[in-house]
């Protein structure tokens, strides 16, 4: 039986300058730091960093953006977090969302469980 990831530990990472166009299922931790478009499906977290600009359907476990921006339909089965200086534009859904003083956010927000958020990481 595989051991679970610390609670720190990145298993895929999409770096600076790097741009990605797509649709991208993962397992394990998924950090974004480039630029990505497209359609993200997993069941862990996906993080979001400092400098990134991802616009794209996000279905996750838990989304932590920590400064970048995102931009789209964003569905957590867990929870949203953003922090300074994060940009979100779009639709956030999750049971939990935390959105630090100072963030900016502009479209609608719904906190509760998702609609069928079983194998929200399958790919459809």
């Known amino acids: 039986m595989p051991q679970p990831l610390p609670a720190t530990e990145i298993t895929a990472l999409l770096g600076r300058g790097t741009r990605f166009e797509g649709k ?12 990505f478009r497209g359609e993200i499906r997993g069941d862990d977290a996906l993080v979001i960093g400092d400098g990134a600009e991802v616009e794209a359907d996000i279905e996750v476990g838990m989304v932590i953006v920590k400064g970048g921006s995102v931009q789209g339909n ?10 300074v200086p994060a940009r979100a534009t779009g639709t956030l859904h999750a049971p939990e969302v935390h959105i630090e003083k100072g963030v900016q956010f502009s479209g609608t927000c719904t906190i509760g469980p998702l609609e069928g958020a079983a194998g929200a990481g399958e790919p459809r």
């Not at 991208?24 to 630029?35: A, W």
Request: net charge neutral; proline share 0%.
């Open 24 to 35: 991208l299922y993962f397992e394990g931790r998924l950090r974004i730091d480039g630029s």
């Open 74 to 83: 964003v569905r957590a089965s867990h929870s949203i977090e953003l922090y």
